[in-house]
């Protein structure tokens, strides 16, 4: 993928579970690569779906998307899990963290599913590398803990070094603020920021407090772009 | 109580043990072989008796007056004398030397003749741990059938041979 | 690897489950393969109730039934063989042992055995188990008993006590309709157990069956006035007609072959010997159906172990539905979530299976001595058989493939959920 390739472009994706109603009908979007974009919509407007199909958990949707200039729709499933594995990194809202592994290990478990990601450490071992992350975002002292005893926060910033570890081109935040204070989310959002920008990754961002919209690049409203929504 | 326990199922056994008994002392196609070991270490010294149906050996068991009978009947032996390694297998590696004893035809009444054969056993190596095998029909195609009693120190043990499947573990 | 030490840490985390998982098939493997090692046990126990005997000697009639009445004590003799025709044998040049059993009559259920000191020199059971005395010692006297140890814990019996025979065999309950009860029995000494039948008999001379019968006619005790007085009989004057059978040990192995021809076609009297081993080895053939039965039983137990299993793993699905969506988001393919399940359900049974042999050898250990002296049960302690092996590795795949079920149920669940579960 080139540079100048966008990191998302959806065009004419229509998406349902099974036989039920359609969830996603967006005729197109575009994300440039490097851009911090802001997500937003009601609960129901299908913002998970969405992301599960740039995701390439979720199949059996027409349309064309590519993520990273592939058409994902082309890759086996297979290839979609390595590429995902490689290429994206991802948080989720709540629960974003293997309990019976300790911190350490949540953070490198992308890392050593997928040698493409473990490649781009650049010569860097695992261990180090995943210090440094974690010193970036403030738990390298937690490294060795169990993840079931940190805080709520302190859980998201190992979700996010996880994610962030092995420069991904892509991050994909499902609300990964919605369990913190105000304080705390701000301070999340500056470091997630800051490692993206370190890593000179994309950012889709998903949220319905659009109290966080100005500090992104972009704000797009998915009932604005989805026509299923209504 | 183990004892006890054993009694009960000697009493239930009895029934069907009483017929499964009910071999026929003479039935063609079955014959017995008793096998005794002094012991089965060392260099075991043995016998073997043999004893079949006239007509799965020979071949008839009316009394062999014609010079084709007594042909038949002369020549039946001497395989049986000769090949009786091939039917009763020992141990390769215990080195057993088979030298046949006696080896005759027995008239019972009837009408019936029984063929009734003893051998020396001498082997070289102990038979302790090892298996014996059987090859009966390869010699006498009409023994199908063949009781295998094995008598080895205080091992008492039987083994019923049948279409030569069969074997008998001799005890360490 | 990483999906082994996924699989590792997962278990570990719900240690709880785990343990109780890899208990319930560790005894179901401990019952499997204890029943096993007790079916050797027992089948070894069984042909071993007499050892050192070559021969059983008796009058012509089924080879069972010798078996039965000479070494169980069941049922009874048709005929009985001369005194004359024992001795002969007795002295046969290729005989190294005997021992006479005149039976017949009988004390509260327990059978009486008239013998002589030979019982109490050559009998052996256990390969090479003789008879001791617990306390006391043989009958010298013509009317002295030695008891076997469940007679005399049965009916309370101590040296120096007196027990009445009864003429034929009376059961347990009802005193026999003919008693000997002028000439009454004195307790000399008590047999050490055995764990065989030899404790439930008790132990007279041959001289004694003869004195008690002394003055009875056909098989009717004598006319009043007849009776001869129990004082007026010694050992001396008693003479001994007949008994009922013997044991017999040859000089070699291979004399035992000639001696059964021999006595088989013994010409004073019809007789039959057999070789006990053979017959219990037939009779033993003929009961195994118990033996199917209780390995069908455990093997309904090592079926209901593996289902707990099932059940554990597939109820803990639930709650993993999150760990699978993050694995999935973190590019873990299905075939990964699979095989991270099956390798999960695999671990239980491995581990189960080394608990089971663990407990089975810890058990055996412990209770060998104890299951051997109040059973008679020798349950050995070994490796695990060819058997014990086989039904190891059944349970290792067994639960290997036990483990696709909720292992698909995790991957059908990772394609409905795709990234999104709400708990």
Known sequence: MSETSPAIRLTDLHFSYGKGPKILDVPSLEVKAGEKVFLFGPSGSGKTTLLGVLAGVLGGYSGRVEVLGRDIAKLSGSQRDAFRGSHLGYIFQLFNLIPYLSVMENITLPCRLSAERRGRLNGVSLEQAAHGVAKRLGIDELLTKRVTNLSVGQQQRVAAARSLLGAPELIIADEPTSSLDYDHRERFLELLFESCKAAGATLLFVSHDRSLMHLFDRQLSLPAINKAGT | MFMRFTVVLVVAGMAVFGQARSRKAHEHGSAKVSIAFETATGAPKGVIAFEAPAESVVGFEHEAKSVADKTKVAAALRMLAARFGEMVILPAVSACKVTNKSAKVEALKEQHSEVHAEFAVACAKPLAGLEIRFGFMKVFPKIHDVEVALLAGEQQSKADVENDKGVLKIAK | ?423
């Open chain 3, 1 to 423: 690897m990483l999906v082994l030490s996924l699989a590792y840490q997962s278990l570990k985390n719900r240690v709880l489950t785990t343990t109780l998982t890899v208990i319930s098939i560790g005894l179901s493997i401990a019952l499997l393969i204890g029943v096993e090692n007790v079916r050797v046990g027992a089948r070894e126990s069984f042909a071993n109730t007499i050892s050192q005997t070559d021969l059983i000697v008796g009058a012509r009639g089924g080879s069972l039934q010798l078996l039965l009445y000479s070494v169980f004590r069941i049922g009874a003799a048709t005929n009985n063989i001369t005194y004359q025709t024992y001795e002969h044998w007795k002295n046969h040049p290729a005989v190294a042992w005997t021992i006479p059993y005149s039976l017949g009559d009988s004390h509260r259920g327990f059978r009486v055995v008239g013998t002589d000191e030979n019982f109490y020199t050559h009998y052996r059971y256990r390969r090479d188990r003789s008879i001791t005395f617990e306390s006391g010692r043989l009958p010298q006297d013509v009317f002295e008993v030695a008891l076997g140890s469940d007679v005399a814990r049965t009916l309370g019996y101590k040296t120096g006590d007196k027990v009445v025979i009864t003429h034929g065999v009376a059961t347990a309950a009802g005193r026999g309709i003919l008693d000997h009860g002028d000439k009454p029995f004195t307790v000399s000494g008590v047999l050490k157990k055995t764990a065989t039948p030899v404790d439930r008999s008790l132990y007279i001379q041959l001289e004694g069956i003869s004195a008690v019968h002394i003055d009875w006619t056909d098989g009717a005790p004598p006319m009043p006035g007849e009776e001869v007085p129990a004082a007026k009989i010694t050992k001396q004057t008693m003479k001994i007609d007949q008994i009922t059978s013997f044991l017999l040990r040859s000089k070699s192995r291979i004399d035992t072959l000639r001696l059964q021809r021999e006595i088989s076609t013994y010409s004073e009297e019809p007789l039959q010997a057999i070789i006990p081993g053979l017959t219990l080895q037939e009779l033993w053939r003929t009961i195994g159906y118990a033996e199917d039965a209780l390995t069908v039983v455990t093997f309904f137990v090592i079926i209901v172990g593996l289902l707990g299993m099932l059940v554990s793993l597939y109820t803990s699905l639930n709650e993993r539905r999150r760990e699978m969506a993050i694995l999935r988001a973190i590019g873990a393919g299905p075939v990964k979530i699979i095989s991270l399940l099956v390798l999960e359900s695999f671990l239980l049974s491995i581990a189960g299976c080394v608990l089971g042999v663990a407990l089975v050898y810890v058990l055996s250990v412990t209770f060998q001595p104890i299951v051997e002296q109040h059973f008679g049960l020798y349950v050995p302690i070994q490796a695990p058989t060819m058997t014990g092996w086989i039904y190891l590795g059944a349970v290792a795949v067994a639960g290997l493939l036990i483990g696709f079920i909720p292992a698909w149920k995790a991957y059908r669940n990772t394609l409905s959920d795709g990234l999104s579960v709400r708990l």
